[in-house]
Structures are given as C-alpha cells and as structure tokens.
Antibody, heavy 120, light 110 residues
Framework: QVQLQESGPELLKASETLSLTCSVS????????WGWIRQPAGKRLEWIGH???????NYNPSLNSRVTMSVDTSKNDFSLRLTSVTAADTAVYFC??????????????WGPGARVTVSS | QSELTQPPSASTTPGQSVTISCFGG????????VNWYRHLPGTAPELLIY???QRASGVPDRFSGSRSGTSASLAIRGLQSGDEGDYFC???????????FGGGTKLTVL
C-alpha cells in the first residue's frame, strides 16, 4: 500500500520561499502523476498543480508564476516550491498520487497534510 | 460556474441513507466525470468514488455515485457512526485546465 508523507518548514515569513517534499513509500514514483493540493483554514481545497514522472507539469494559473514542482526518482519523492509567499498562502498542504480515469484526474492516495503558516 | 457547490452539512441516524449533492457548470460537471472523497481532519483524504460511480479499492457497496447534467450525487446507505466526516466532490474544469473541488459536506450520524 503506497504511503505519502509531506515534510518541510511549518513557519515562514512573508516573501520567503515555501519548499515541501513528499516522500513516497510502498511503490515506485514512476508511472503516475503526482500532485499538490492545499486547504486554507475554513476554505475549500485548491489544486496547486501536478507533475508526471517525466517532469511534465500543469500548474494552477493563479499560482503559475510562483510554483515549481519536481520529481526525484532516485529518492522516490517529489517537491513543491512556492516563491514570494504571503499570509494568503497559509494552509494545509497535501501531496497526492493521481491517476487519469477517462477525462478526470483522480487523487488516489493522499498524504496527511503539512500545515504551513506564513507570518507577515 | 467554475466552482462546485455542496450543502455544508447533512445529518441522519444510523441505518438510514443520505444523498450528498454537488452542483457545477458547463465547464466541469457537465462534461467531466466526478470523484468523491472523504476527509477526517488531521488525516489523509480518501478517494471513495471515481469516474462518477466507480468505487475505489476497499470502499463498500453502501457507497454509490451518479452524475446527470451539471450535478452529481453521492449516496450512502446503511449509515454507520464511522461514516462521519467531510465529503467533497471534485472534477476537472476545462476553463481552469485542472481539478476543482466542492466546498465539502460535513456528515453527522447522530
């Protein structure tokens, strides 16, 4: 059974760069899509983006200029980088394994989430 | 509409059934299959239903999903206290060119 675990700093200051890593165990990181989703307190989930094992990415247009995702097949993990953070980026960040079923991308397995707080 | 709308809460008693709705628009639910997830705060969200009505691995047949027009539904029968949680729908949005999520429905089994 695949397991995902997010890791990274919990507290950032405005203008810093958020860096999170998702460690994958129980399966190879190859052959799947991998995504990042976040949820600010009291708000709905927001898709940040996803990446395929070959490095092809798809980012939310609202974050596109600040987001970079990467995959490290040697470590079996993938990462999220979000630059110039503000208080609006305070959220629980989830990593997930995704699969295409027809025309929809389903997040099949999720990590428990990492809470990130940005102070001004 | 690009957002998916769900009722904020639902409640029922053990053994009963409940249906949770998800309303979207022409760029998402009308044209793309819907997935359903359950989330207990502090834990990893769990995929329940994908492609409108396909149950994910290990999900009992008490759970079923459907989609028609710009709305989708998740039905749960024979409710148990362990079914409590936040249920949210999601699908691909052609305008966003990415997934969109519903606001979630908090299910309480009294």
């Amino acid at each position: 059974q695949v397991q995902l675990q997010e890791s990274g700093p919990e507290l950032l200051k405005a203008s810093e760069t958020l860096s999170l890593t998702c460690s994958v165990s129980g399966d190879s990181i190859g052959l799947y899509y991998w995504g990042w989703i976040r949820q600010p307190a009291g708000k709905r989930l927001e898709w940040i983006g996803h990446i395929y094992m070959n490095g092809r990415t798809n980012y939310n247009p609202s974050l596109n200029s600040r987001v970079t995702m990467s995959v490290d097949t040697s470590k079996n993990d993938f990462s999220l980088r979000l630059t110039s953070v503000t208080a609006a980026d305070t959220a629980v960040y989830f990593c997930a394994r995704a699969r295409w079923f027809g025309e929809s991308l389903s997040f099949v397995n999720w990590g428990p989430g990492a809470r990130v707080t940005v102070s001004s | 509409q690009s957002e998916l709308t769900q009722p904020p809460s639902a409640s029922t008693t053990p053994g009963q059934s409940v249906t949770i709705s998800c309303f979207g628009g022409s760029s998402n639910v009308a044209t793309n299959a819907v997935n359903w997830y359950r989330h207990l705060p502090g834990t990893a969200p769990e995929l329940l239903i994908y492609r409108d009505g396909q149950r994910a691995s290990g999900v009992p047949d008490r759970f079923s999903g459907s989609r028609s027009g710009t709305s989708a539904s998740l039905a749960i029968r024979g409710l148990q206290s362990g079914d409590e949680g936040d249920y949210f729908c999601a699908t691909w949005d052609d305008i966003l060119n990415g997934p969109v999520f519903g606001g979630g429905t908090k299910l309480t089994v009294l």
